[in-house]
């Protein structure tokens, strides 16, 4: 069965149970039809009622619905498409993080303290605005962690088997390595189950509902499944926005991200609903135009030189960035207009720890791939660049390796040579995550234009202001939000 058919036949049997619909709005019952109205849609009738509704079912959506769980609320994660899992089930499953006791426990020292000066450099460079609020994220990161581990029976590889290499004592990866998302969402998805929390797929939130009051008291779905009307009304005592970013919709990347419009998007579902809905209730976008996260379209090939080396060179066969930063170099094979990329690797990588990864990318992307190659010669003319050209960039990047210093780019991580048989994978840049959404305070609480929260409606992942930056952070988010909305329910 593959791992997307499995979180499909789950999500698509998972069914919510109706409630009695009672004739007062009150934070205890649903409220009736009448005098209750979808923005802009007339006819609400609740087919069900819980304390909290998370539309959005990746890493901040499922980990929001973590604290609301414990505590004995019922809640109810719906998502829009016939599977859970969203963008974060995409990602390669690198993991930024440092402090967690997974770490300490493999003997690594470091600390947020230690880490967060280089992290927050790394993050401005990046426009990102609100720098205490990204401070408070990374430093919650490691609860996460734990609390995945420990909680909710997620499996992580071991640190001590990578973190030889500096920069992987910051990182910590999934049982099985680059891309394994399985190991660690659907122990989680399991255990939230167990907790009573409904799994809802192929429900598309299409506005906010609004009682008599004006306050916001459910959503109203779009559905195509069999058994529904078409229009499946839910009443909420809160309600978690986690929809994800917008790097899917081209007409919001064309309003605020305009020199990432002819760039390919990786994800299809990112289309930023969550952005309009908050919106129509008044509140604000922030950081919409900050640079987007732009990846190779093989997400897993991208993070390979992370723990083995690597060489990156572009359609003439010339280097043309630092391979430590995997982001960098695709946004930069980008706006250079370089088209497209070669990953070039040796057999280190199938005999690191991430040999799952090498081994399910390449037979996937066959007709991608060039090697086994005897020599540079041979690589190049599979490559279909100027062997003069190839050859030239290896011999100056081993001059380098043997100098122990990149002073054209500045590598640091697996400055190393390669070794025959030579292998390389082609690649192309796209965007994958963005970084501006729905303006929140410290909980996730949505915000008016004037800063006040909006009574019951949250916010956290890409779809918020200072979401989106990884699985790490986003799982963070949601673990402040779900404790926030804990606590405004009176649960905590």
Request: proline content about 3%; hydrophobic content about 40%; aromatic content about 8%.
């Amino acid at each position: 069965m593959k791992r997307r058919d499995f979180f499909k036949l789950v999500g698509a049997s998972a069914a919510f149970a109706a409630v009695p619909l009672l004739s007062s709005c009150s934070s205890a019952a649903a409220p009736s039809a009448e005098g209750a109205g979808v923005l802009g849609q007339p006819q609400v009738s609740f087919s069900t009622s819980v304390d909290v509704l998370i539309l959005g079912s990746g890493m901040a959506g499922l980990s929001a619905a973590m604290d609301p769980s414990e505590a004995g609320l019922s809640v109810m994660v719906a998502e829009k498409l016939d599977v859970l899992g969203g963008e974060s089930y995409e990602s390669n499953a690198v993991m930024e993080v440092c402090g967690s006791q997974l770490q300490k426990d493999a003997g690594i020292t470091e600390t947020c303290d230690d880490v967060w000066p280089e992290r927050k450099e790394a993050l401005k460079s990046a426009g990102v605005t609100d720098l205490d609020f990204a401070k408070r994220l990374f430093y919650a990161a490691p609860e996460w962690v734990d609390r995945m581990k420990s909680s909710y029976g997620a499996q992580f590889a071991d640190p001590a088997s990578y973190s030889a290499n500096e920069a992987n004592r910051r990182r910590v990866l999934p049982k099985n390595g680059i891309g394994d998302t399985e190991s660690i969402m659907m122990p989680l998805r399991d255990k939230l189950a167990a907790k009573g929390v409904q799994f809802s797929t192929g429900y598309c939130a299409t506005g906010f509902i609004l009682d008599e009051a004006g306050k916001v008291c459910g959503v109203r779905f779009s559905t195509s499944k069999k058994d529904q009307s078409g229009v499946v009304d839910v009443h909420a005592r809160a309600v978690v926005v986690a929809t994800g970013g917008f790097a899917s919709n081209q007409s919001l990347v064309r309003q605020y991200l305009s020199a990432w419009e002819r760039i390919g998007c990786y994800t299809a579902a990112s289309m930023g609903e969550g952005h309009k809905l908050c919106q129509a209730l008044g509140a604000q976008l922030s950081d919409m135009s900050v640079t987007p996260s732009v990846i190779s379209d093989l997400p897993q090939a991208a993070a390979w030189g992370m723990f083995a080396p690597t060489l990156v060179v572009d359609a003439q066969g010339n280097r043309f960035a630092n391979e430590d930063y995997m982001r960098d170099l695709c946004a930069a094979c980008f706006t250079q207009e370089r088209g497209y990329f070669w990953t070039i690797f040796d057999s280190g990588i199938s005999e690191s720890g991430q040999a799952r990864s090498a081994a399910q990318v390449t037979s996937k992307n066959a007709s991608r791939l060039v090697g086994p190659c005897d020599t540079v010669e041979q690589l190049a003319s599979g490559m279909g660049v100027s062997e003069d050209v190839l050859g030239k960039t290896v011999d100056r990047f081993s001059s380098m390796v043997e100098a122990g210093k990149d002073s054209d780019f500045g590598r640091k991580q697996f400055l190393k040579n390669l070794k025959p048989p030579y292998y390389a994978l082609k690649q192309f840049p796209v965007r994958f995550r963005t970084r501006g959404g729905a303006v929140v305070d410290g909980g996730g609480r949505l915000l008016d234009a004037n800063g006040k929260a909006i009574a019951g409606v949250y916010c956290c992942g890409a779809a918020a202001q200072g979401g989106g930056e990884s699985l790490t952070t986003n799982g963070a988010f949601g673990i402040l939000t779900g404790r926030a909305v804990t606590e405004d329910l009176g649960a905590a």
